[in-house]
Every structure is written in structure tokens, then in C-alpha cells.
T-cell receptor, first 111, second 113 residues
Framework: SQKIEQNSEALNIQEGKTATLTCNYT??????LQWYRQDPGRGPVFLLL?????KEKRKERLKVTFDTTLKQSLFHITASQPADSATYLC??????????FGKGTRLHILP | KAGVTQTPRYLIKTRGQQVTLSCSPI?????VSWYQQTPGQGLQFLFE???????NKGNFPGRFSGRQFSNSRSEMNVSTLELGDSALYLC????????????FGPGTRLLVL
């Protein structure tokens, strides 16, 4: 069955360093991959979308890579700040437009 | 532009009851998707509506249903509530579908006793 895996444990990163979050998937061939940020008590907020034929996407301090051979996406936050602390979700969108989400990784940026 | 709104924000029901949740998408958005979020299962797709038609459906029992009105507002109904239906229910809107940027509402937190 289709499966998405994100780091289940919280990730602690020192302020100013680069945070790297991983999203692995199996038994799936997504057309798109999306990353979201979710703060406690709030709905997810869309951050970046990357298509299957794209290797990398950037937006300000954010960078996403997508390796369809490894079935993996990496999400990087450079020059991390305490305000970046949140849960980050990856989501795969299939060719049938069905979307499946990972369970998310909690990121703590330590001052 | 106003964001996605959901009502009510909090709800307490007892087993066997039914509940209706409402979602108003961003003006101009025709696609509305519903999700259930629990600590154990994460965010799971329920269904997507586009122009008043259900276009996609997740793996949830028939007790979960929805509809979309001509103004794109959507409602979700859960009948014969079970304890396991306690969750945060989120709706998200987009112009054409979940493959694009989705804008999520704040959610309705449902507690079933």
C-alpha cells in the first residue's frame, strides 16, 4: 500500500543552521509533492510545490529537492530562526489528483 | 481577501448522533477538500468537491458525506458518530484542485463522548 514517511521524532536545530527534513514514500508515483507548515491549533499553510520533472525548487530561505528514483524529497530551511519552529508536512498528489499526507516532523529551532 | 472559514470551531457530541460542519472557501475558489486530522493517523483526505460534484474520495466509511453548493460553500456530515471520529476536521480550498496551492481553514475540533 502507499506509504509516506517523515522523521517521526522531533528535530532540534541551532538557530542560524540549516534544518533538513526528509520525506520518503513507497508504492506511489506522485505527479506533485507539496510541503506545508502547521502551527499548533491551526490549519496547514502551503509552502512549496515541486513537480515530478523538477529536481529542485527554492523560495527565499526554503529549498525543496525531489528525487523520484530514490522516492525522496528533502526540505531545507537555511539560516533557521526560532520562528521557523513548527510541524512540517509533506504531501503527495497523484495523477488522479488524490492527495496523501505524511504525519509531519516537529522542528524546534533553538535560540 | 478573506481566508477559508469553518464553523463551528468546536463541537461536542455523543455517540450515535450526527453532525454537520460548514466550510466557506476563498472567493473564486471552486475546489473544496475535506480532511480529518488525528494524532495517530495524521492528516487524511476525506473527499474533494468541485463545482458541486464530488470529484475524489478517500477511504472513509459511508457515514462520512459531503456536498457543495453553487456558491462553492461546502458542508460535511458525519452520521452515527463513533468515539474514533473525534478529530480536527479541516477544509481547504483552491482554484482548481489539490494539485495547486491549497488554503486551509482553522478547522473544527470535534469531540465525541
Amino acid at each position: 500500500s502507499q506509504k509516506i514517511e517523515q522523521n517521526s521524532e522531533a528535530l532540534n536545530i541551532q538557530e542560524g543552521k540549516t534544518a533538513t527534513l526528509t520525506c520518503n514514500y513507497t508504492n506511489y508515483s506522485p505527479a506533485y509533492l507539496q510541503w506545508y507548515r502547521q502551527d499548533p491549533g491551526r490549519g496547514p499553510v502551503f509552502l512549496l510545490l515541486i513537480r515530478e520533472n523538477e529536481k529542485e525548487k527554492r523560495k527565499e530561505r526554503l529549498k525543496v529537492t525531489f528525487d523520484t528514483t530514490l522516492k525522496q524529497s528533502l526540505f531545507h530551511i537555511t539560516a533557521s530562526q526560532p520562528a521557523d519552529s513548527a510541524t512540517y508536512l509533506c504531501a503527495l498528489v497523484g495523477r488522479d489528483d488524490k492527495i496523501i499526507f505524511g504525519k509531519g516532523t516537529r522542528l524546534h529551532i533553538l535560540p | 481577501k478573506a481566508g477559508v472559514t469553518q464553523t463551528p470551531r468546536y463541537l461536542i457530541k455523543t455517540r450515535g448522533q450526527q453532525v454537520t460542519l460548514s466550510c466557506s472557501p476563498i472567493s473564486g475558489h471552486r475546489s473544496v477538500s475535506w480532511y480529518q486530522q488525528t494524532p495517530g493517523q495524521g492528516l487524511q483526505f476525506l473527499f474533494e468537491y468541485f463545482s458541486e460534484t464530488q470529484r475524489n474520495k478517500g477511504n472513509f466509511p459511508g457515514r462520512f458525506s459531503g456536498r457543495q453548493f453553487s456558491n462553492s460553500r461546502s458542508e460535511m456530515n458525519v452520521s452515527t458518530l463513533e468515539l474514533g471520529d473525534s478529530a480536527l476536521y479541516l477544509c481547504a480550498s483552491s482554484l482548481e484542485g489539490p494539485e495547486e496551492t491549497q488554503y486551509f481553514g482553522p478547522g473544527t475540533r470535534l469531540l465525541v463522548l
